[in-house]
């Protein structure tokens, strides 16, 4: 069974490396600067209101992690749950460990009025899990202003 729990401060190097892995792979559209891997877990770390990291563990091994971003969404009248990083170890996939943590993820944010996601157009596997849970694409096209 999957254990999920938030990040402690003994989580940096395990974390680091798996997002370094995770901001490599086919599932994100552009690398970002290592800086802001230990920018976000400080954050953490000083428990921001706005985020959330957690780790995933089975049997004890640290198998992955998911960021969370926390908003308010006029639209969606509510609670936004933003899925920023979801990441399991290549060797640990196919093996329903997304299943359970959106079955956590729900059950952790019962009141939130959306829980959103965003996804490569390449990633067709993560896709497939996503609309199993109830995701539906967005007909907005995304812009950003990056002021670093």
Request: proline share 3%.
């Amino acid at each position: 069974m999957l254990k999920i729990r938030d990040f402690i401060p003994q989580d940096w190097e395990e974390y680091n490396t798996m997002s370094q892995e995770f901001y490599s792979s086919e599932a994100v559209c552009h690398t970002i600067p290592k800086e802001n891997f230990r920018k976000t877990f400080d954050a953490l770390m000083d428990n921001t209101p706005y985020a959330r990291g957690v780790m995933l563990e089975l049997d004890g091994v640290i198998v992955g992690y998911g960021l969370l971003a926390l908003t308010w969404s006029n639209e969606a009248g509510g609670l936004t749950v933003w899925s920023e990083e979801l990441y399991i170890k290549e060797e640990y996939r196919c093996r329903k460990l997304g299943s359970q943590y959106f079955e956590w993820l729900f059950r952790e944010y019962p009141d939130a009025a959306r829980h959103r996601l965003e996804i490569s157009a390449s990633n067709d596997r993560a896709s497939h899990l996503y609309l199993k849970y109830g995701f539906d694409f967005l007909d907005y096209r995304s812009m950003i202003r990056d002021l670093h």
